[in-house]
C-alpha cells in the first residue's frame, strides 16, 4: 500500500502520526513530496493527525495534499485506510 502526500504541515503531522503508530511503514521523502508505503495496510487516523498540527483537520482538508495512492481504500469515521484486501470479494461471516 502506498500514498503520496504534498509537502506541507498536513504531510508533517500525518507523518509523525504514521512513525507512532506504524513503526514498520517505510516512508521516503522525495523533494516536493513524501511517499508513504505498509506491507498489507496503511491507516491515517484524522484525530492523531490533528493531534500532531495542534488543529483539527477532516477527510476533505487532508485529501487535499495527498496526490495518489495505491491499494483499496476504505473511509471511517476519521479514518483513511488503504488495503490490499478485495473488499468486495471477502467471504462474508453468515
Known amino acids: 500500500m502506498l500514498v503520496v502526500l504534498m509537502k506541507g504541515d498536513e504531510a508533517d503531522a500525518t507523518i509523525s502520526a504514521i512513525r507512532r503508530d506504524q513503526p514498520a511503514a517505510k516512508i521516503e521523502e522525495h523533494g516536493t513530496f513524501w511517499q508513504i508505503g505498509a506491507q498489507d495496510e496503511l491507516v491515517i487516523d484524522l484525530a492523531?493527525?490533528?493531534?500532531?498540527?495542534?488543529?483539527?483537520?477532516?477527510?476533505?482538508?487532508?485529501?487535499?495534499?495527498?496526490?495518489?495512492y495505491v491499494g483499496r481504500v476504505e473511509i471511517e469515521e476519521g479514518v483513511f485506510r488503504i488495503t490490499s484486501q478485495m473488499l468486495e470479494l471477502e467471504p462474508s461471516t453468515l
Open 48 to 68: 492523531r493527525v490533528g493531534d500532531e498540527l495542534g488543529r483539527e483537520i477532516d477527510l476533505g482538508q487532508w485529501l487535499t495534499i495527498m496526490t495518489t
